[in-house]
């Protein structure tokens, strides 16, 4: 009997452990940033924070698009490394000399003005490789209350004054939040220690960490996508379509010269390369006779 005390609290150590190596992708990532946008927009964002209905109804959606059942704390950390990322790069783009390109995600300066900027932070490195394409939500979910989720694109650098609010305040306003969910769910704090200042550092040294990882998750997301693409675009060129035309049978003359004008079109040239056989020719015979201009 005496020993169930300190096996429930190891037990309880272990789910703590189990709990704080939720791996998250950038897939998941975007999930939580579009409930957290969702929010934003019904109004569910007091006081630059979202309150515990907010994070219940977050929480349960989250667990039906991803079957993850992880707890409003989870999501609220990765919540805080979506926050310092958007600190970090709003931070970056009150430079003149950095702009936010929303088509890609990429953060554009000059080399020389991106390499004197990562001499004084080494951290910046990553956020130079793969930008930061959810900036613009991010924007929706961070910014001042009165646009509310409002944004049509990140204007505040696109000119004129792009501070929306100190970033002191973006930053302490985390700490605010932690309180506040303190007062709400009436959780008990452990009275501070002469080690609290090493935790706090520690802390900070893995959110920063998760930060790292998060925009190293999203380059990866984006070179498998651009390297997708390039596949599919290298497979299905006009220089291939040719190399089978020049295979085929019974095409005269008309037809072979209007095929070349229809490979103008990608995805007339992706259809001509997956048919098989004699299919190839009924279709181009109907697309370059019957109605050459489809």
């Known amino acids: 009997m005496a020993n169930r005390p300190t096996r429930t609290r190891g037990l309880t150590l272990q789910h703590q452990q189990q709990q704080s190596r939720a791996r998250w992708t950038t897939h998941l990532t975007e999930i939580l940033v579009n409930l957290m ?12 924070n979202f309150g515990k209905k907010a994070w219940k109804y977050m929480c349960d959606e ?8 992880w707890d409003k ?19 970056l783009l009150d430079r003149s000399d950095f702009s936010w ?43 001042e ?3 509310n989720g409002k944004h049509d694109h990140p204007a505040e650098h696109e000119g004129g004054d792009p501070k929306s609010r100190p970033l002191e305040q973006e930053v302490s306003s985390s700490d605010s939040e932690e309180a506040n969910d ?39 997301a984006s070179k498998l996508r651009t390297a997708a693409t390039q596949q599919h675009n290298a497979r299905y060129t006009i220089a291939n379509c040719i190399a089978e035309l020049d295979k085929m049978q019974g095409v005269d003359e008309q037809v072979y010269f209007a095929a070349l004008d229809l490979f103008n079109k990608p995805i007339a040239r ?22 050459p201009v489809l």
Request: glycine share 6%; with cysteine.
């Open 270 to 291: 992706e259809v001509f390369l997956s048919l098989k056989g004699e299919k190839r020719l009924i279709w181009l015979l109907r697309k370059c006779t019957s109605d």
């Open 37 to 48: 946008v969702d929010q934003v927009h019904k109004g569910n964002r007091k006081n630059h």
């Open 145 to 147: 209350p009165p646009t």
């Open 101 to 143: 390109d929303e088509s890609t995600g990429a953060i554009v300066a000059s080399d020389e003005v991106w390499a004197e900027y990562v001499k004084e932070h080494p951290d910046a490195e990553t956020l130079k490789v793969s930008g930061c394409p959810i900036y613009k939500e991010l924007c929706t979910i961070f910014s």
């Open 73 to 91: 704390e989870q999501l609220k950390n990765r919540g805080a490394v979506l926050r310092r990322i958007y600190v970090t790069v709003t931070s």
């Open 182 to 220: 303190a007062v709400n769910d009436q959780e008990t704090i452990q009275p501070s220690t002469p080690s609290t200042t090493g935790i706090r550092k520690r802390g900070r040294k893995g959110i920063d960490d998760a930060i790292a990882g998060a925009i190293l998750e999203m380059a990866a």
């Open 62 to 69: 989250f667990h039906k698009r991803t079957g993850l059942k």
